[in-house]
Nanobody, 126 residues
Framework: QQQLAESGGGLVQPGGSLRLSCAAS????????IGWFRQAPGKEREGVSC????????NYADSVKGRFTISRDNDKKMAYLEMKNLKPEDTATYYC???????????????????WGQGTQVTVSS
């Protein structure tokens, strides 16, 4: 069974950092683009950052550029989202998702992603 599982969320003060992890089981990530998405209460799910299957192309939402870094380790079947200088508006449930796409694909359209994790909560508050 193909599954994704996020971890690493929590409560952090403004200006703090977190590292989210996404573990794949039941399939290899070699041919899948990986995306991190988030959804805050009352808001639509939005793309945060996405990375191509080989890791050569990345895409970031304007709101997180310079603060978040996406990475992946296909051998370990893992993807990561390093988040720094967190702001209260970053508070949301964060999801990782996978999409089997061409090697250069790194778009963050949630409709393109067929496999989703259950999400991990990130709360930024003092």
């Amino acid at each position: 069974q193909q599954q994704l599982a996020e971890s690493g969320g929590g409560l952090v003060q403004p200006g703090g950092s977190l590292r989210l992890s996404c573990a794949a089981s039941g399939f290899t990530l070699d041919y899948y683009a990986i995306g991190w998405f988030r959804q805050a209460p009352g808001k639509e799910r939005e793309g945060v950052s996405c990375i191509s299957s080989g890791g050569f192309r990345t895409n970031y939402a304007d709101s997180v550029k310079g603060r978040f870094t996406i990475s992946r380790d296909n051998d370990k079947k893992m993807a990561y989202l390093e988040m720094k200088n967190l702001k209260p508006e970053d508070t949301a449930t964060y999801y990782c998702a996978a999409s089997i796409r061409p090697p250069d694909y790194s778009d963050c359209d949630p409709n393109d992603y067929g496999y989703w994790g259950q999400g991990t909560q990130v709360t930024v508050s003092s």
